[in-house]
């Protein structure tokens, strides 16, 4: 099993963008994927979660609203549009998957993780 995570890139305040995790591997078992950001001298933090197969969705209450979480099953592919960034919202970016959690917001109940991806928001 491997995520790859990609989108990122270096944006203005107040735009948007799109990152997104490609699942390879047997999905059999497969519960969830989420989002997590971890910030220069700052803890991983959660951002979203989705279940794989159903429509559960959380999100942390600082992203509800801006951040959107998705997914294509088809393709194998979740998605966070990230819309109105802000500066503060720099970090790399990860995914993860999980195997009976489903939607959660704690990192010691995902077992796989993407590579990251940076964002950079300047003002």
């Known amino acids: 099993v491997q995520l790859q995570a990609c989108g990122g890139g270096s944006v203005l305040a107040g735009t948007s963008l799109r990152l997104s995790c490609e699942y390879s591997g047997s999905s059999a078992g497969l519960a969830g994927l989420a989002w997590f950001r971890q910030a220069p001298g700052k803890a991983r933090e959660f951002l979203a979660a989705i279940t794989w197969f159903g429509l559960t969705v959380d999100y942390a209450d600082f992203v509800r609203g801006r951040f959107i979480a998705s997914k294509d099953s088809a393709k194998n592919t979740a998605y966070l549009q990230m819309n109105h960034l802000r500066p503060e919202d720099t970090a790399i970016y990860f995914c993860?998957?999980?195997?009976?959690?489903?939607?959660?917001?704690?990192?010691?109940?995902?077992?796989?993780w993407g590579q990251g991806t940076e964002v950079t928001v300047s003002s």
């Open positions: 993860a998957s999980n195997y009976g959690a489903g939607v959660d917001r704690y990192q010691a109940a995902y077992t796989d």
